[in-house]
């Protein structure tokens, strides 16, 4: 039959299912009929009217079905943030009470020990805060302004800067909870005896209440962000420390997921925080009264959201003390059919499974050749420069992933090379192509057009351009784009433009289904790059600034911080691959419905009841 006549035959029923989804109480046995009879339309219009707007839009009633049975959520909604602050979050916050009591107390020992160790000794102050930092407030007090230093920067530029620098601070105190918590209580009684002495240092002043009311406008959020955040580290030292009757490793997934879910919630108080800091605290002539204000509000707010509502919603629902809710990933989810529709949750779960399995491949076969090779290159253009010419580090240039602009049009030929190599690697590794020389060529040659547009906009981002231009850009031109545009050349075998043009109107129809993706990815590359940085200053600072490695005048530290971040960017590019991938794959079965057939067959299992 034509396709009028299949409408008119069938419109009705399709009316009554659409009808019944949107009233607020359904019949399920009336749910189950009309939807086995639409699927049977379906399954007619997918394949004689294929490319027809009928066939769509039966795909989408019975996705609508499916979702409702199944109870899942086609795309990313602020109904999961807002479960994740009235639900998720108050029952990991009741069970990590214990840690940020210690990290509380942990915190207050260290004000302690910062206020005695000043009162005692008058040049501690100068130890723990600087010269040029005591020189310059003594100045200030000098001229009648003694919270001066919080107006001298641009209030936007001062925002970013310390909400960053804060969130940087943060995700550090919970990646040192990896060395056994040992890192983490350093960090916080490193700032625990920082603030101790800063106070005690106006008190000697005769400026104490002027500071406090100034300085606790954004502190009263900013220290209990601080505190909480070294509660995540200790959560994952104890994962480490105290596996119970799990194994070692599935302990520290459990942990890890339990200490994220915590630190999360710390992000948005930062960002309060730095505002408060950037845009009030400079209003050193406030009324008292306003300042009194704002502090009893912050603490109010943090007194409730971490202590008081946790407590109720205990007592409300009971939560157990173990973490039952939170299930370790099985690596088997890995050998899983990606082409199946799943909710965020499980795409990543199952891309973190798939990395576990292949990262060890990717970083013998990718990783470690690209920086043999970069490092080569590093090495020998210092050596031609030390021999027949001068140069100077240009200290300026700072970029989030290489960080330098030395090396000229050598450095980038050799991070060009290293990167397609790198990409090759990762895409063969997902796409499960057996690593093998002859596979190795064939597929550079298959898709090395892909390839090198991919590595051509990445680098592009990373390297040629800035800090804030390179966030802009991720907003504007997002990184999810060439990742699907690689997907659809290899997972679709699609032409050049076929595959492009496909990629640049999925990646802005569906952005929002991304955003999360590229913001959790990139919350795990901010961790390596806390993690990395302290690492860098450790091995620099301690064991090789005695001896340069590298000919020419720049820094072990350049090279070491260079090595870290290389390490770090391409752990996060294989993350960014696989988690873009599989979300892409899901997203493309929710539209096209390839796996309509086994949810169907599942679909008598469900419950009734929708």
Not at 547 to 572: K, Q, T
Request: aromatic share 16%; hydrophobic share 45%; net charge neutral.
């Amino acid at each position: 039959m034509n396709e009028s006549t299949f409408i008119l035959k069938n419109k009705e029923k399709w009316e009554e299912l659409e009808a019944l989804l949107n009233k607020k109480h359904k019949d399920p046995d009336k749910l189950q009929e009309l939807f086995t009879k639409v699927s049977s339309d379906l399954s007619y219009a997918r394949t004689f009217y294929p490319n027809r707007t009928v066939r769509l839009y039966l795909n989408g009633l019975t996705q609508r079905v499916l979702d409702l049975i199944q109870n899942r959520k086609s795309s990313f909604s602020f109904d999961d943030v807002r479960s994740f602050y009235l639900h998720a979050l108050p029952q990991q916050l009741w069970r990590a009470r214990k840690a940020i009591l210690v990290s509380f107390l942990i915190f207050s020992l260290a004000i302690v020990i910062g206020v005695v160790s000043t009162m005692y000794n008058p040049e501690f102050t100068s130890v723990i805060l600087g010269d040029r930092y005591v020189d310059m407030t003594n100045e200030n007090i000098n001229k009648g302004d003694p919270m001066a230093v919080y107006k001298s920067q641009d209030q936007v530029d001062m925002f970013f800067g310390i909400t960053i620098n804060n969130i940087r601070v943060a995700f550090l105190a919970f990646v040192l909870g990896l060395f056994g918590s040992v890192g983490t209580v350093m960090l916080l009684m490193f700032n625990g005896i920082m603030l101790g002495t800063f106070q005690y240092f106006f008190y000697q002043k005769g400026l104490f209440l002027t500071s406090f009311l100034t300085i606790w406008i954004h502190g009263t959020i900013e220290i209990s962000a601080i505190i909480i955040a070294g509660a995540a580290g200790l959560i994952l030292g104890d994962g480490l420390l105290n596996p119970k009757t799990y194994s070692r490793s599935l302990s520290m997934q459990v942990a890890s997921k339990r200490a994220l879910r915590v630190l999360l919630s710390t992000v948005p108080l930062f960002i309060i925080a730095g505002f408060l800091e950037s845009f009030v605290t400079r209003l050193t002539d406030l009324p008292t009264v306003v300042k009194v204000g704002i502090i009893s509000l912050s603490l109010a707010f943090i007194i409730y959201h971490y202590l008081i509502y946790p407590y109720l919603y205990q007592l409300k629902n009971d939560i157990p003390e173990d973490d039952y809710d939170v299930q370790p990933s099985q690596l088997e989810t890995a050998n899983m059919d990606l082409k199946k529709h799943r909710t965020f949750g499980e795409s990543t779960q199952i891309t973190l499974a798939q990395v576990r399995l292949r990262l060890g491949t990717i970083m013998y076969r990718g990783i470690l050749p690209m920086m043999v090779l970069i490092i080569t290159t590093y090495w020998i253009w210092a050596k031609l420069q030390s021999l027949y010419g001068e140069y100077s580090y240009p200290y300026d240039g700072y970029h989030l992933l290489f960080n330098y602009d030395i090396g000229g049009m050598a450095l980038y030929g050799a991070y060009t090379i290293g990167l397609v190599h790198l990409i090759a690697v990762i895409s063969m590794s997902y796409h499960k192509v057996a690593h093998t020389w002859h596979e190795y060529f064939l597929h550079l040659k298959r898709y090395r057009l892909g390839i090198a547009f991919m590595v051509l906009v990445f680098f592009s981002i990373f390297y040629v351009f800035e800090n804030w231009t390179t966030i802009i850009l991720f907003f504007i031109v997002p990184p999810h784009i060439i990742f699907i545009f690689l997907c659809n050349l290899i997972e679709k075998k699609e032409a050049f433009a076929e595959a492009l043009k496909g990629a640049l109107k999925d990646g802005y129809s569906k952005y929002i289904n991304f955003l999360i993706p590229f913001l959790l990815v990139s919350f795990i590359y901010f961790l390596f790059w806390a993690l990395t940085q302290s690492l860098t200053q450790v091995l620099y600072g301690d064991f090789l600034s005695w001896y340069e490695l590298f000919p020419g005048n720049i820094s072990n530290g350049v090279y070491i911080d260079c090595i870290f971040r290389m390490i770090a960017g391409s752990i996060s590019l294989t993350l960014y691959y696989f988690m873009y991938c599989n979300i892409y794959q899901s997203l493309l079965c929710r539209d096209n419905s390839y796996d309509l057939n086994e949810r169907i067959s599942s679909f008598g299992l469900q419950k009734k009841g929708a």
